[in-house]
């Protein structure tokens, strides 16, 4: 069965602490996501990327920054974890045909319900 | 940019009834994807349903089905008979058809509709 595995489902952290949520797939899939899910607000993209080492701002992209280094592991990275940031954290995969059509969904992990207090 | 709109926050229907959850987009783009997420209380986000834009035959899987309007830009989902295990968050969201390389075509999703399925 294809998985998308986030290495904790929760987590409590200080304030001003650096954090790290990572993020293992293993349908060698090239793309992967970080979006921040809130009450009443949906998921909203963080950052994502398209292949190794390569990285695009998503909606949310302050106080967050990303690390891919391996084609299945893409980690999210809270530089100095304020309150505000407290939330759940989802991350994703998809495969995609370059230049063509196509319509696989996203593989979602089961999320880090990060608290920082 | 593209935006999903929810706009219901909480539904709830009997067990066996049928209910609709609704969903709007806008977009200037011709070619697209429309998708219907659910998230029960595990987190674990399940892809109930997919919409391609050029199809004019609404998707169905089983119970679920969906009203697709490309005009009104409205992509609503129908669960019918429902059944307890359809309690859930579900979220409407938008991809396009076509990207190029070195990008990933990303997802906008709605705020999400809580559904309650009530004995």
């Known amino acids: 069965d294809v998985k998308v595995t986030q290495s904790s489902r929760y987590l409590v952290k200080r304030t001003g602490e650096k954090v790290f949520l990572e993020c293992v797939q293993d349908?060698?899939?090239?793309?992967m996501f970080w979006y921040r899910q809130d009450p009443g607000l949906g998921l909203r993209l963080i950052y994502f990327?398209?292949?190794?080492?390569?990285?695009e701002k998503g909606d949310i992209p302050e106080g967050y920054s990303v690390s891919r280094e391996k084609k299945e592991r893409f980690s999210l990275i809270l530089e100095s974890a304020s309150t505000n940031q407290t939330s759940m954290y989802l991350c994703?995969?998809?495969?995609?045909?370059?230049?063509?059509?196509?319509?696989?969904?996203?593989?979602f992990g089961s999320g880090t319900r990060l608290t920082v207090v | 940019a593209q935006t999903v709109t929810q706009s219901q926050p909480e539904m709830s229907v009997q067990e066996a009834e049928t209910v609709t959850l609704s969903c709007t987009y806008d977009?200037?783009?011709?070619?697209?994807?429309l998708f219907w997420y659910k998230q029960p209380p595990s987190r674990q986000m399940i892809l109930v349903i997919r919409?391609?834009?050029?199809?004019?035959q609404n998707a169905t899987e089983n119970r679920f089905s969906v009203n697709f309007q490309k005009a009104a830009k409205s992509f609503s989902l129908k669960i019918s008979d429902s059944q307890l295990g359809d309690a859930a968050m579900y979220f409407c969201?938008?991809?396009?058809?076509?990207?190029?390389?070195?990008?990933?075509?990303?997802?906008?999703f709605g705020t999400g509709t809580r559904l309650q399925v009530t004995l």
């Open positions: 994703a995969s998809s495969s995609p045909q370059s230049g063509a059509r196509y319509s696989y969904g996203y593989t």
């Open positions: 349908m060698d899939h090239e793309n």
């Open positions: 990327s398209y292949d190794v080492k390569m990285k």
């Open positions: 977009t200037s783009e011709s070619d697209y994807y």
């Open positions: 919409q391609e834009a050029y199809k004019q």
């Open positions: 969201a938008y991809r396009s058809a076509w990207f190029s390389t070195g990008t990933a075509s990303k997802l906008t």
